[in-house]
């Protein structure tokens, strides 16, 4: 299908970017890579009057150090953030889940802080930003504020950005020697996780130090999973403390049921694949 009419704009800053979203009012839509708005307009599932294309502001690309954390900007991505020395060296996770991201074709043009704020809680980023405890930060016409994973994150497609706001970098900790694993399960290749599981874990002397587990597609938004993090810390690293911290993976989801698997079944994987990750994770 072809999509309804709308305005186009350009701009070449962020200030301008916000600008054009404050006269378009609540009917414009953010272009970053493309891959999620793309369909919906050619389905018309969306009719924005104005889209505007973040695809000439430059401040938005790159990754840098900012002290204890990184700074990857919204625009960055996939394929360059699966690339960067920095992320594989102080955040493994955003690393391995980067790496499952659909296909190559898809990682060259979708951008880090466009899956992100598409919010779609099948995404697998969304679990691996709120696992590491991300900040983002959003830019609107009041200046830019930051707003912690847990917060961001608010309901099935549904943000903290206001209409005339973007998000315009994600600031992430650095977790330098922490392991890190990505499971996802899906019907078939490139397909949207029914579950995966995000896990990064600090490991000492053979034990269990810290540990931050969040799961994909258990809820309308992604879920930390508290119990099994807190069964984990100061236990001994072996099958049988993660077989049994795993167990804890489906307290406090409430996962959907729809056409490729129920609730329950969820639940099940969640245990079964977060399991996994942490014996990946742990090695």
């Not at 549904?158 to 694993?181: C, F, N, Q």
Request: one cysteine or more; aromatic letters at 4%.
């Amino acid at each position: 299908m072809i999509p309804a009419p709308f305005d186009y704009v350009a701009p070449s800053t962020v200030d301008e970017a916000i600008r054009a979203l404050s006269e378009a009012g609540e009917d414009a839509k953010v272009l970053a890579g493309g891959q999620s708005l793309l369909p919906v307009l050619r389905m018309r599932l969306a009719a924005p009057s104005t889209v505007v294309d973040l695809g000439k502001i430059a401040e938005l690309r790159g990754v840098r150090e900012d002290g204890d954390s990184l700074v990857v900007g919204a625009m960055t991505t996939h394929y360059d953030v699966q690339r960067d020395h920095l992320i594989a060296e102080h955040a493994a996770l955003v690393k391995a889940a980067t790496d499952t991201v659909a296909d190559p074709q898809i990682r060259h043009r979708g951008t880090f802080g466009g899956a992100i704020a598409h919010a779609d809680p099948a995404g697998d980023l969304l679990a691996p930003v709120l696992a590491l405890g991300c900040e983002l930060v959003v830019a609107g016409p009041a200046g830019r504020r930051t707003v912690p994973a847990g917060e961001f994150f608010q309901d099935l497609f549904t943000t903290a950005l206001a209409p005339d706001e973007l998000l315009v970098e994600i600031r992430v900790p650095k977790h330098t020697g922490w392991h890190a694993h990505y499971e996802k399960f899906n019907r078939v290749a490139q397909a949207w996780s029914m579950v995966a599981v995000a896990v990064t874990v600090r490991v000492e002397g053979g034990g269990i130090a810290e540990a931050r587990v969040a799961l994909t597609n258990m809820g309308a938004t992604p879920v930390r999973a508290t119990a099994v993090e807190a069964a984990l810390v100061d236990a001994p690293a072996t099958a049988d403390s993660i077989r049994a911290a795993a167990e804890h993976a489906a307290e406090g989801t409430n996962p959907a049921s729809d056409g490729n698997a129920d609730a329950e079944f969820r639940r099940h994987l969640a245990r079964v694949l977060t399991g996994r990750a942490l014996a990946a994770a742990v090695g």
